[in-house]
């Protein structure tokens, strides 16, 4: 079923994006650098891309004046710096001199930790709203592969590259009671779980998401380690389905990649999960089984408890190079 949703909760349907940075010149030399969210390719020949800044912001000021920009995609290393940028006015502040940023010497400088950047000149320029449009034409473009790509996620709201998420994710057993978790954060878990590897493309999985507060609280009560269901906004379980011929046995594995997408994709909305085994514990299988009607051959195969986090657990584990052994 279709929805109305407004334009804030459709940028976040559609995350992650690529952060991105507009690089002008000012009229004494300088460089300045502003965060960016709205930016599209066009046209391929001639090359053309097209971005949006406020109409009030220096950089706005700066590339209208100028005709020329870079549209810098940068690195994970610039993080931080990148929500600096978005943060603060060049009207006010050197950015590159307040910041540290190291420079490509160019005609119009730009982050040398930099994945792409697109020298463009500007060819027109429409007001949309609060917003002017730039559409210019693509000058020169430069790649790094050795720079791994920022992106924005939930929206706008948070920029970060992937393996920030996975180190970042924490099992979390309490939860803000206050805050609920609605069918739309669910169906971007679940459709990334959906996306996850499978033998032989065999999907072996069904799920059932659950936000009703009584059954919670009866897994809460029944499951020896879900007590955190007690404060969860919401739990998928994630239900396996053994399959014959060529994928056979292979389930445990599936189930466990849909689950770890879940995992990362909550982390990546500032939400807090657990995950809570059920297979291969029989008394756990009958439980949960006879709780959501499950039939035979289906197989409960774990309870991820899912909210905001009431809780800042520190990292356990992480790279341990005496595990690893290298055949070279």
């Known amino acids: 079923m279709m929805n109305r949703i407004t334009m804030p909760e459709a940028l976040k349907r559609t995350s992650p994006h690529p952060v991105s940075l507009i690089c002008a010149q000012t009229s004494a030399g300088a460089t300045n650098l502003a965060a960016v969210s709205w930016w599209t390719y066009l046209e391929n020949d001639p090359p053309m891309i097209g971005f949006s800044l406020w109409k009030e912001s220096y950089t706005c000021e700066l590339v209208a004046g100028s005709g020329k920009a870079v549209l810098s995609i940068p690195g994970e290393v610039l993080a931080d710096i990148t929500l600096k ?23 119009v400088k730009f982050p040398a930790h930099s994945r792409l950047a697109f020298a463009c000149t500007l060819e027109n320029k429409v007001e949309v709203g609060d917003c002017v449009f730039f559409i210019c034409k693509v000058d020169d473009i430069f790649f790094n592969g050795d720079e791994r790509q920022l992106f924005a996620w939930d929206g706008s ?25 609605g069918r739309a954060e669910l169906d971007q878990l679940l459709e990334a779980a959906m996306y996850a590897p499978s033998a ?11 936000t009703k507060r009584e059954i919670l609280d009866d897994i809460a009560r029944t499951h020896p380690f879900a007590g955190m269901c007690a404060t969860a906004a919401a739990a998928i379980i994630v239900v396996a389905i053994p399959q014959e011929g060529r ?40 439980h949960i089984r006879e709780l959501f009607n ?35």
């Open 157 to 181: 709201g948070d920029v970060a590259p992937l393996k920030n998420y996975i180190k970042s994710r924490r099992s979390i057993r309490h939860y803000d009671p206050a805050k609920p978790v």
């Open 200 to 210: 032989c493309n065999s999907r072996p999985w069904e799920f059932i998401a659950v």
């Open 247 to 286: 994928p056979e046995g292979y389930f445990p594995q599936d189930c466990g990649a849909a689950t770890q997408n879940i995992l990362l994709q909550a982390a990546s909305m500032g939400l807090g999960t657990c995950w809570c085994g059920v297979y291969p514990r029989d008394e756990r299988i009958a």
């Open 85 to 107: 940028c978005g943060n603060v006015s060049g009207r006010d502040v050197d950015k590159v001199k307040e910041f540290g940023i190291d420079l490509v010497d160019a005609p």
């Open 294 to 328: 499950i039939p035979q051959p289906k197989i409960p195969f774990n309870v991820i408890a899912i909210g905001f986090p009431d809780e800042a657990p520190g990292a356990r584990g992480g790279f341990e190079a005496e595990k690893v052994s290298y055949v070279e």
